[in-house]
């Protein structure tokens, strides 16, 4: 006897043993109750059936279809911004294997480097902020284990006679004292002072009687970096032409950041276990943009080449000197 029957059949009973007003109250009362339970009836029955169909495979094929083209346009999409990325630096990894190695062989023990000199040291221009050429060097030689100690002490705007000065620093002669590698940049603001200094009337005869006086900045530069420091080695860094995008029309400037480079290495060569390392052929026609927004500094691709450049000098000379020994 199915439900709806007993439903029926107790809806009739009680009319059966009550009055007529009662009769209809208990109508009224079943009928809504019995409504109820009929609707809930066949709505069970509808959603059982519904369970036991089964799904259509091909729909089930394209959902997931779907699900993976959308997968698939987040991974090409995570490609194209890596892609963007590298064309972006085309120097991202700029350190060669041979280099890398380099690295792992002769940094094997505690050193300590000294920084020295104007801007170009500092890092002012690289838009990381990272401190520029030895900035990437501390990062790079120190990638998996801090082995080289690196203080860096270059002021921006330093002249030759400035950079005197300040190795007479008390906190700067103890740091040298115990420097195993002396990375210094100088020049270029010597160069800006004769600029300023003579702007309205600029000759190349003002520069070379400056030029004079830089040479013998630099040889007491390094008799006291060796009064010092006996035994470190000691690197002067040259500098490129900073004024290239401003006076491009003035080739003289050319010939006097190339003669004052020139005076920069043959100084280096009167002493011992001092060198010099070239870098403005990297900024004469660089293939990317090496200058940061002020079009005088390095931006961070170009202190990524000045990082490659001093550390492969520093390997050949490490090199160099195992052999000799």
Not at 93 to 122: P, Y
Not at 160 to 165: H, K, P, T, V
Not at 255 to 265: L, P, R
């Amino acid at each position: 006897m199915t439900i709806f029957s007993l439903y029926i059949k107790r809806l009739c009973f009680i009319i059966y043993i009550n009055n007529h007003d009662l009769g209809v109250i208990h109508i009224k009362r079943l009928t809504i109750i019995t409504f109820i339970l009929i609707t809930g009836l066949i709505l069970t029955i509808f959603f059982i059936k519904k369970a036991d169909i089964p799904t259509n495979p091909m729909e089930e094929i394209l959902k997931q279809e779907e699900v993976n083209m959308e997968k698939d346009l987040e991974n090409e999409g995570e490609q194209e911004k890596e892609v963007v990325a590298v064309r972006e630096d085309p120097v991202k990894e700029f350190l060669s294997e041979k280099l890398k190695k380099a690295v792992s062989f002769f940094f094997t023990q505690e050193i300590k480097v000294v920084t020295l000199g104007d801007s170009l040291t500092e890092g002012i221009g690289d838009e990381t902020n990272n401190g520029g050429y030895v900035g990437i060097l501390n990062d790079t030689i120190n990638a998996e284990k801090h082995i080289v100690q690196f203080q860096n002490f270059a002021k921006r705007g330093s002249r030759s006679g400035q950079l005197l000065n300040r190795i007479e620093d008390e906190e700067v002669t103890v740091a040298l004292e115990d420097a195993d590698i002396i990375l210094i940049t100088i020049g270029a603001n010597d160069i800006m002072q004769v600029f300023k200094e003579n702007f309205t009337d600029l000759t190349l005869d003002k520069f070379t009687q400056e030029q004079i006086r830089y040479e013998q900045r630099l040889e007491m530069i390094f008799n006291e970096l060796r009064d010092i420091n006996e035994h470190g080695d000691i690197y002067l860094i040259g500098f490129y032409n900073p004024f290239k995008e401003y006076f491009a029309d003035i080739e003289e400037l050319e010939f006097i950041v190339d003669s004052w480079n020139q005076i920069g290495s043959d100084v280096t060569m009167r002493y011992d276990n001092v060198h010099y390392i070239p870098i403005k052929d990297m900024f004469d026609d660089p293939p990317v943009n090496y200058y940061s927004e002020d079009n005088f500094h390095p931006n961070h691709l170009g202190y990524k080449m000045i990082a490659e450049r001093v550390l492969h000098y520093v390997m050949n000379e490490g090199e160099r000197n195992a052999t000799n020994e």
